[in-house]
Antibody, heavy 117, light 110 residues
Framework: EVQLVESGGGLIQPGGSLRLSCAASGFTVSSNYMNWVRQVPGRGLEWVSVIYSDASTDYADSVKGRFTFSRDNSKNTLYLQMNNLRADDTALYYC???????????WGQGTLVTVSS | QSALTQPPSASGSPGQSVTISCTGTSSDVGGYKFVSWYQQHPGKAPKLMIYEVSNRPSGVPDRFSGSKSGNTASLTVSGLQAEDEADYYCSSYAGSNKLVFGTGTKVTVL
């Protein structure tokens, strides 16, 4: 059974850094493409980043240069390093397993990041 | 990338049908067959309902169907049931390894 469990969220001051984790089970992260998607509570979904099986990555313009998506194959875990955080980064962050056709097959339950002084 | 445009709300009585539109541009919805739809109940993670415009994952009822014409994709829920009340989001591939989501539609079962 596919499971994705995010952690690492919390309250952080503007300009600060945070690292989110996504522990995967039931499949191998290095053989799949994985995504981060965020959602401001009560608002819509925003795609954040993708990592492919070859470890190449891409980012939404809103986070490019500040966020880094990586993985640890030995732990079957993904990471989102978030630097220079801003108030508009406040959101629930989901990791999601990608499937064919650019779909997102499975989602975790999310971890909440609040950027505030 | 700008979010795809969806109506904020839609509603129907049990047994009726409701159709939600998702309007983008030729750079996303109109340019690729990679349109997906997600259902999200309050406090829950999104769930994939439709992929590649009109395909249903295993386990999704055939009451859910998708289509696309030009820059607009649509999700139709036929035979509305109480459990279909949720938020629905479309997404589309937008080139350069990027995805874009719709603004979301709240479906109410009257």
């Amino acid at each position: 059974e596919v499971q994705l469990v995010e952690s690492g969220g919390g309250l952080i001051q503007p300009g600060g850094s945070l690292r989110l984790s996504c522990a995967a089970s039931g499949f191998t992260v290095s053989s799949n493409y994985m995504n981060w998607v965020r959602q401001v509570p009560g608002r819509g979904l925003e795609w954040v980043s993708v990592i492919y099986s070859d470890a190449s990555t891409d980012y939404a313009d809103s986070v490019k240069g500040r966020f880094t998506f990586s993985r640890d194959n030995s732990k079957n875990t993904l990471y989102l390093q978030m630097n220079n955080l801003r108030a508009d980064d406040t959101a629930l962050y989901y990791c999601a397993l990608g499937g064919g056709g650019k779909r997102l097959d499975y989602w975790g339950q999310g971890t909440l990041v609040t950027v505030s002084s | 990338q700008s979010a795809l445009t969806q109506p904020p709300s839609a509603s129907g009585s049990p047994g009726q049908s409701v159709t939600i539109s998702c309007t983008g541009t030729s750079s996303d919805v109109g340019g690729y067959k990679f349109v997906s739809w997600y259902q999200q109940h309050p406090g829950k993670a999104p769930k994939l309902m439709i992929y590649e415009v009109s395909n249903r994952p295993s386990g999704v009822p055939d009451r859910f169907s998708g289509s696309k014409s030009g820059n607009t994709a649509s999700l139709t829920v036929s035979g509305l049931q109480a459990e279909d009340e949720a938020d629905y989001y479309c997404s589309s591939y937008a080139g350069s390894n990027k995805l874009v989501f719709g603004t979301g539609t709240k479906v109410t079962v009257l």
